[in-house]
Each structure stands twice: as C-alpha cells, then as structure tokens.
C-alpha cells in the first residue's frame, strides 16, 4: 500500500497535466490536482460539460489540443467511448515519455485501446464516485485507489503516477497495488452483482412492508433514508462486515440478524453470481455495453422509467417534502 509519504509531487515538477472529460471523475480529478499545486488543462467537447469546466475556472480546449500541451494525460470519459476517443485524438498526440492515466482498466483488459509505445501508462483507479472525492480532499481526507504501472519506458511510471495519487489525495487514504484485469473484474462484479442485490432486496422489503399495510415514508426511513445502513457500512469498513453488529448491535438486533444469517438466499443465487462473473471474464458483458451505447442506450432510459414509476421513488419525494422547513408562520 501507498501513502502520502511514499509520493511526492515532484515527481510532476515542470509538467502539464491534461485531463480528458470533466464528467463524475474528471470534475472531481480537475479541481483537486489544481488545488494541490498542479497545472492543470481540460479537454473536452464543446458541450455542457465544457461550460462546466469555464465556470469552474478552466480554460477547456479541444480534447487533442490538451493532449498536445500535456505531459501527463488522464483519460476520464465513459469507458465505451474510449476506443473512438483515443485513437483519433489522444494516441496521435502522446508524446515519448508522456505520461497516460486510466481510471478504470476496462478498455485494456478487453484489448480496446492499444497503449502508445513510448509512454508511460497506468491504471489509477479511485474506489470511489466523484462528489465523494472531492469533499474528502477539501476535508483533508482522500478516497481509497488501486494502481498499476502497464508500461514504463521512461522507468518513472511509478514515482509519476503517485504524485498523480498524492495530489488528487488517494495517498492520504491508501493506493493498493492492484493488476488491471483484476480491479476490472472486481469493479465490473460489485457493480453487477451486489448492488443491484442490495436495490432488489431494499425493494422487495419495501414491497412486503407497504403490502402489509405500512406507511411507505417510515418504511423507506428504516430501509436506507435514515442514514443508519450507510452508516453501518462505513463502520464496517473500519471494524469488519460481521464485527459491526456484534460491536454496535443491541441483543435484539443481534439475535435477529443471527437468527435469519445464511437462510435469505438459495443456492441459485449462488449460481448467478457464478454466471455474472462469467460474462464479465468472457467479455459478453463488454460486447453487451458496446452494443448498448451503440443502440442509444435504451436500457438506461428504461431503467430511468422504472425507478421513476416505482413506489420507492414516490415515498423518497414524500419523504423529501416532510424534510423541507416549512415557511416561518406570520
Ligand atoms: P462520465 O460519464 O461522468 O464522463 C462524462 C465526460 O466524458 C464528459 O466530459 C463527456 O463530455 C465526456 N464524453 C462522453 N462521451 C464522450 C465521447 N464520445 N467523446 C468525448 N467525450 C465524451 O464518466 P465517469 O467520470 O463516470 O467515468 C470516467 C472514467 O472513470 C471511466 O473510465 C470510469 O470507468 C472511471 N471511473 C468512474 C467512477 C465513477 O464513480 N463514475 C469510479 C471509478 C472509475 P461530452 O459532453 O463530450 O459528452
């Protein structure tokens, strides 16, 4: 594991760095590398996204103009649209000795990008989503990242990428050493696997609750509104997934939880995380995005409906609503 000591900005001395999409990532990459004393280019379209950046203080250019300028590339839009991107306008720009930054192995593992020759590249990979990272860093906190050097020509892959990691603040936290293919899979897994079963189990308890004649708002607030499940996962990323409860569990909760461990999912669930994983290894699930984006990503816009027509979403609105101070009465 890396930390803060284990990295030094100087690593960085003299060079630009370009960062390439200012959506969840790139935001949250753009200000902190600012913030920590870098000189710092975004490329993007001209969008959205671009009068983003010129409000957050950026002077956006053309995604190859700031490949142009840079040292240092951070290549942060959707991993689908890396292929495209790339090779038309990041690969013809990067200079010997450049320094290429992923944040996700996903385009390497499934061979969609080719790694320019003579430069540096490297996975960082935040464990995190945007908004997160950015306030930690203003906290003086940093979110847990995983590294990998794919090529070192320059042999200084290493010492840059984690002057990269110090600034954007992961050293703080902690940066493991992980090869690509595995934080490929192993993100692809989480996303795929545990948190749509965590979304199906919240609904369906809702859906048993509300059945049985509960108020939705108050059932929602014990699901997950009240705050105390997420908090249960932070304290279990301290203390550990089964010490949580027995440290901070009253007997009843205790005794209820041990009671029902173990008995909730069969053997085909089992199954079916066996068979996501399968998909992800064989890339199925690659060629299953890629034919998604290219379709306009219907899924999505379906998923939108779904949780905008379900009753959890209404009861969150309800919920919402009673949260806002009402107007002073007089
Ligand atoms: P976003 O969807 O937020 O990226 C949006 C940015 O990408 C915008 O600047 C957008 O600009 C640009 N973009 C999208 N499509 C194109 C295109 N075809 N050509 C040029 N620019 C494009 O992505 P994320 O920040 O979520 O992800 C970026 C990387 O970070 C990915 O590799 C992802 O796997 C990784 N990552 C993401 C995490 C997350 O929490 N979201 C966590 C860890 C890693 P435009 O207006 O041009 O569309």
Redesign the pocket.
């Known amino acids: 594991m890396y930390f803060d000591r284990d990295a030094d900005l100087a690593d960085l001395a003299g060079e630009t760095v370009a960062v390439?999409?200012?959506?969840?990532?790139?935001r949250a990459f753009a200000a902190n590398l600012r913030d920590s004393g870098l000189r710092v280019l975004v490329g993007?379209?001209d969008?959205?996204?671009?009068d983003a950046a010129r409000a957050d203080g950026f002077a956006p250019l053309p995604?190859a103009d700031a490949v142009e300028r840079a040292s240092a590339v951070l290549?942060?839009?959707?991993?689908e649209?890396?292929p495209?991107?790339y090779d038309a306008?990041i690969a013809p720009h990067l200079g010997d000795g450049d320094l290429f930054v992923?944040?996700?192995g996903?385009?390497v593992r499934f061979g969609r990008i080719r790694l320019p020759i003579e430069a540096d590249a490297a996975l960082l990979?935040?464990?995190?989503?945007?908004r997160p990272i950015r306030r930690h860093y203003l906290e003086g906190t940093g979110v847990l990242a995983f590294l990998d050097v794919l090529q070192d020509p320059t042999g200084r892959a290493l010492r840059r990428t984690l002057a990269v990691a110090k600034a954007t603040g992961f050293t703080r936290r902690g940066v493991m050493p992980v090869p690509h293919a595995q934080e490929t899979e192993l993100?692809l897994f989480q996303e795929q696997f545990l948190t749509p079963l965590l979304m199906d189990g919240f609904k369906m308890a809702f859906d048993v609750l509300v059945d049985a004649g509960y108020d939705p708002v108050p059932a929602l607030l014990d699901m997950y509104a009240s705050g105390e499940m997420a908090e249960m996962m932070t304290e279990a990323a301290t203390v550990g997934l089964y010490e949580v409860i027995a440290e901070q569990g009253s007997p009843t909760c205790r005794f209820g939880v041990q009671r029902r461990l173990g008995t909730l999912l069969g053997d085909d669930v089992e199954a079916k995380a066996r068979k996501i994983l399968g998909e992800i290894r064989s890339g199925a699930f690659a060629a299953a995005l890629e034919e998604e984006a290219g379709a306009g990503y219907p899924s999505l816009d379906a998923y939108d409906a779904m949780a905008g027509a379900s009753g959890v979403a209404r009861a969150h609105e309800r919920y919402r609503a009673a949260l806002d101070p009402r107007p002073a009465v007089g």
């Open positions: 390439i999409g200012y959506g969840v990532q790139g993007n379209r969008d959205a996204y671009r995604i290549l942060l839009i959707p991993d649209a890396h495209e991107v306008q992923l944040a996700h996903f385009s990979a935040p464990k995190m989503f945007g993100d």
